[in-house]
């Protein structure tokens, strides 16, 4: 059921001696929502996101992600959850197959199942005849939707998405987006960050943050609403500005 929060955040903090890195913030999101964590530079949303998915320990506060505390099980939390990172989501010196064994290992499954969901995911993404090539020679969208597919190859709960279209054609970031909301449709939760600020209107809720806190938190209709503005971008022009 689309209700049932699958993140449920309170009062989380990251201190770096007496820098608030992100000051108590509390959210939830909902099973098979897209939520977008928006932020400009410096704004917390990326130390955020590693206390979410477990890489980094919160000084303070409350957080589950699928069921599993940020604090007592950030292993079980790596394990069920996918991840895919702008700068680095795969290993350009390996072919299309070798990434997909390498990842699908990673995450747990079987030789057999690995076998399977290679073919299953080149076809889906209809670059058959690309296994045996190089990761790094194929162009940045083919790539992008590969690293998505294989964040997604073990079938996790709920996947982040740290700045996924950085750097492509608006074409392709329109086609991966088709395939978030295919995912989303499925009961996949989808998490993402992103500077598109057109992008944010294609989420079921935005947050954004502003200095480690989070100032605004709605559906893009209701903010634009609320900030009496036309579009996602002047919403984070006034919180940046502090209007």
Not at 99 to 109: M, R
Request: one cysteine or more.
């Amino acid at each position: 059921m689309k209700d049932q929060n699958i993140i449920q955040v309170k009062n989380l903090t990251k201190k770096y001696g007496d820098f608030f890195a992100v000051n108590e913030i509390s959210f939830h999101v909902k099973k098979g929502e897209i939520f977008g964590f928006l932020g400009a530079n410096g704004a917390g949303k990326t130390t955020a996101m590693k206390m979410l998915i477990g890489i980094s320990k919160p000084t303070y506060g409350e957080a589950t992600v699928a069921g599993f505390d940020v604090f007592k099980n950030p292993e079980k939390i790596k394990k069920n959850i996918g991840y895919m990172s702008q700068k680095f989501a795969l290993y350009d010196d390996l072919t299309v197959n070798e990434n997909i064994i390498f990842f699908g290992g990673i995450y747990g499954l079987k030789r057999k199942i690995i076998k399977h969901k290679t073919k299953e995911l080149l076809s889906y993404l209809g670059i058959e005849e690309l296994g045996k090539t190089l990761v790094g020679s194929l162009p940045l969208g083919v790539k992008q939707k590969l690293a998505f597919s294989i964040a997604l190859i073990h079938e996790p709960k709920i996947v982040f998405l740290d700045e996924p279209t950085g750097g492509v054609d608006p074409i392709t970031r329109r086609q991966f987006w088709e395939m978030i909301y295919e995912k989303a449709h499925q009961g996949t939760t989808i998490f993402v960050t992103t500077h598109y600020m057109d992008e944010a209107e294609y989420c079921d809720r935005v947050s954004i943050m502003v200095t480690g806190k989070i100032e605004a938190l709605d559906t893009p209709k209701k903010l634009k609403e609320i900030y009496k503005v036309d579009s996602m971008n002047e919403v984070f022009l006034k919180l940046a500005r502090g209007e």
